[in-house]
């Protein structure tokens, strides 16, 4: 019998907010050096794009179902609910210790069982890793590594990167282009970069607030099986 897990956002506020930052519209200059030519996109085969399409089926959901393990409801636990679907448990043989939080036990599964890279070709269904998006020690420093997490959904033709992933309110698409980091929005309008970090007054003067200020880079994990994947409540 599927395990149920009915998680209210309301109640897991306090744990979304430090594990997966809310954003907030506040525009702060990036200190992260462009990746030049980055980004653009390659094929996915058919493993990824169904990664990917379990996402997708999660856009919008505030409540999950997911088989035989009871998983958090932040940007990581999603993350790993999602790979568990097509057989992979990205928070296993993670040789860290037992404080660090969910982003890092992925980062440090890809570390043994897939590649970490900065582009310029990223696939459907990579992961996307992101630094700083709280304060995590209270310091008001950037200086919290490896605190966001999410899904690669694709590239536009902007070379812009959407991903999917957990961060205040449920599963929604967000935006990043790092041959721009410091830009939210085009002159037209065009959205380039979401807000991923609430600005805090003890943040220092060049903290940065946008997903591609963020960045601290890719990973991608070989699928090697397809299960039942969770569905939205």
């Known amino acids: 019998m599927p395990t149920l897990l009915r998680i209210l956002s309301s109640l897991l506020l306090a744990v979304i907010l430090t594990a997966c930052a809310a954003p907030s519209p506040q525009e702060i200059r990036s200190t992260v050096t462009p990746i030049p030519g980055c980004c653009r996109t390659a094929q996915a085969d058919n493993r990824q794009q ?14 999950i179902e997911s088989q035989g ?38 980062y440090h599964h890809l570390r043994v069982h897939g590649r970490l890279h900065r582009g310029p070709v990223v696939q459907a269904g990579d992961l996307v890793f992101f630094d700083n998006t709280w ?22 033709a902007h070379g812009t990167i959407v991903f999917i992933s957990r961060v205040a309110g449920a599963v929604e698409r967000y935006r990043m282009n790092l041959a721009q980091p410091d830009v939210h929005r085009t002159a037209d309008g065009r959205l380039l970069n979401d807000y991923l970090r609430r600005k805090h007054r003890s943040d220092g003067e060049h903290m940065s607030y946008l997903t591609g200020g963020l960045f601290a880079g890719f990973g991608t994990r070989v699928v090697e099986s397809v299960a039942q994947p969770p569905h939205r409540r």
């Open 50 to 63: 169904a990664i990917v399409r379990t996402a997708v089926n999660l856009i919008g959901a505030t409540t």
């Open 69 to 106: 393990r009871r998983i958090a409801y932040d940007c990581a636990g999603v993350t790993r609910a999602i790979y568990l679907a097509h057989g992979i448990d990205l928070y296993e043989g993670s040789a860290v210790d037992g404080t660090a939080n969910g982003v890092r036990l992925i």
């Open 135 to 156: 304060d995590s020690n209270g310091d008001g420093l950037a200086n919290d590594p490896l605190t966001h997490v999410g899904i690669v959904e694709g590239v536009d």
